[in-house]
């Protein structure tokens, strides 16, 4: 069975105890010393208990030298394991900053905890700011605008900080049905580059209700749409097609041209197959040649309404041709894989490929293109 494109946990070796937490990984010394995470110093194949300046531990695997750069940030478990959260050879970075959430979706591929999780929009800012890239970094969940105000000084601290970097926030919008908060944000936004995605699974509120678990969501979702979008906040409208839903795509991609303003972007987003989405989908996943027709009337909807639209997480065998140039290679590498069959495939190249999750009875079968 194939392997995911890039690895992202490693084990190492060390010679003195490295605690758990979030590091800034180092291959030599560094020029300029950064301390908003420790300096954690990674060697190829030398257990040395020896630790110079500047480094608060040092680990030996020659995997992991050679999978980094200079600057990338890991963190590091309790059990001599590494996963390197930040990385400049990825075609996508990613922080998690809470796993609290006040939906609780069908799918959800991260679900929910209850339990206080502060740290991780700390350390994510910590880390975001050490990691100093030139080009956008995730925001994910759990639902991040849960923090409020808190999530307004964690912006303030990277605008500080990396105010070179650009944020994509993955958020359901239901904080932006306070006016106030909207503004907040808006006021950040002159400052760094911010582009909040947020879902709406249906035209119909029982129906996005139903599938997001939570009655009364999508009337503060659309209410967050509306002052985002009349706030000016750049917007990327995220919709899943289920069995559910599948049949509206296109009457979603209306509803959003008529009534939210500031959509830079309508993304139609296949399925991946963990976390709630396994345990629910029979009852929610729908073969993408099913519901053709309908993607192709959402594709010609958004045209219409002038909003760029595009196809994240579907191989091009499961797609009509007409909507090939619309779809993107969009899945993270640390989880992407391509079975064999699409060594045989003349559009591997261009193709998104499969969730390595998919794996097993989840797996629709590659159908090569020659």
Known sequence: MSEVLRNDIFHFSSAGAVQQGFYRLCKHKPVSPQFYLPNLLVRENRDDASVPAYYSGAVCSQQLYDSIEDGDIGVVNNGKMIRVILSRRANHNTVLVTERCNNLCLFCSQPPKTGNDDWLLHQSALAIASFALDGVVGVSGGEPLLYGDDFLHFLDFIIENAPETSLHVLTNGRKFADASFAEE????????????????????????????????????????????????????????????NHHELADIVEFAGRVFSNINQISLMGLESIGWARKNWSSIFIAHENYTDSLLSAVDSASRAGIPLTIFNFPLCHLPRRAWDVATQSISDWKNYYPKECDECTQKSSCAGYFSSSKGRFHQPPRPIK
């Open 185 to 244: 944000i808006k006021h950040r936004c002159g400052k760094i580059k911010i582009t909040f995605g947020i879902p709406l699974y249906s035209s119909r509120q029982a129906v996005h209700d139903q599938l997001v678990g939570s009655k009364g969501a999508f009337d503060e979702t659309v209410r967050g749409l509306i002052n985002a979008g009349n706030s000016g906040i750049n917007i990327e409208l995220r919709i899943i097609p289920t069995q559910a």
